[in-house]
């Protein structure tokens, strides 16, 4: 009994240690989005479904932001609750730029997007709903 | 004996690395009737002002319909919605519409 404890408080240990070990993996490339971004072949303008669409380097640097969490698989968030963020890719557009105008308003109160979207202007939401939405609403309706 | 399973089971489904729902797919279809006039009967909206669900990670989904039953997030339909729901609801919810194709991950 002892020892399954010890086993299974072992198994949590490592769990754990594992998820810091990818917290840490997964963090770098969102610390340093600028750079990936200001490359010419960067994650926005190469990520499949941009198709024929071309990003301006600002709206580049605004699309790493949001993927600095967004795209990256089974990211949580870490205050004040613990939760996955949402799946952007294949959202209606309309809607990603109404809650980037509700996070800016403060209608909706979540201190990181708030963050971000009061440093959108209009122009950037249209570029980010286009980005996560316009390729894979076609693509969702027909599965 | 039974810690020692709950921590081995919250182990495994920590290295696992998905994202589990703990509601029932099957009786959140049930429920999901007044859910499917906006929201569409295969998670994709109706209207360009609803967002999809398809796919959507179940806690979000979970967050999301708390948020709306405590206030906490305003909305006049999905408040509405959403003040009637139970927690058991909130599962059996977010574990259909997340068992749906559709929002992915963009990488």
Not at chain 1, 14 to 42: D, H, I, K, M, V
Request: charged share 15%; hydrophobic share 40%.
């Amino acid at each position: 009994m002892q020892r399954a404890h010890r086993l299974a408080l072992g198994a949590l240990l490592a769990c754990s240690t594992g998820a810091a070990a990818l917290a840490a993996e997964t963090q770098a490339p969102s610390q340093a989005p600028a750079a990936q971004a200001a490359a010419p072949q960067s994650n926005a303008a190469s990520a499949k479904g941009a198709g024929a669409m071309s990003w301006s380097a600002p709206l580049q640097n605004k699309i790493a932001q949001c993927q600095g969490c967004h795209g990256i698989e089974g990211w949580r968030t870490a205050f004040p609750e613990v939760y996955h963020v949402p799946k952007l890719e294949g959202q209606k557009p309309e809607y990603i730029v109404a809650a980037l105008k509700e996070y800016q308003n403060g209608e909706r109160t979540f201190a990181t997007m708030r963050a971000i979207a009061s440093q959108l202007s209009d122009e950037d939401m249209q570029g980010i709903a286009k980005y996560y939405g316009a390729q894979n609403t076609n693509t969702a309706e027909k599965k | 004996m039974k810690l020692v399973q709950i921590l081995l089971a919250a182990s495994v489904a920590c290295a696992c690395g998905t994202v589990l729902a703990s509601g029932n797919p099957e009786a959140g279809h049930k429920k999901s009737t007044p859910c499917q006039a906006c929201h569409g009967p295969n998670g994709i909206s109706v209207s360009p002002a609803f967002p999809n669900l398809a796919g959507q990670n179940p806690d979000y989904i979970m967050t999301a319909l708390r948020h709306y039953k405590e206030g906490k997030r305003k909305n006049p339909i999905m408040q509405g919605q959403a003040a009637n729901l139970s927690e058991r609801d909130i599962e059996d919810l977010a574990a259909y519409f997340s068992s749906q194709k559709g929002l992915e991950y963009k990488h």
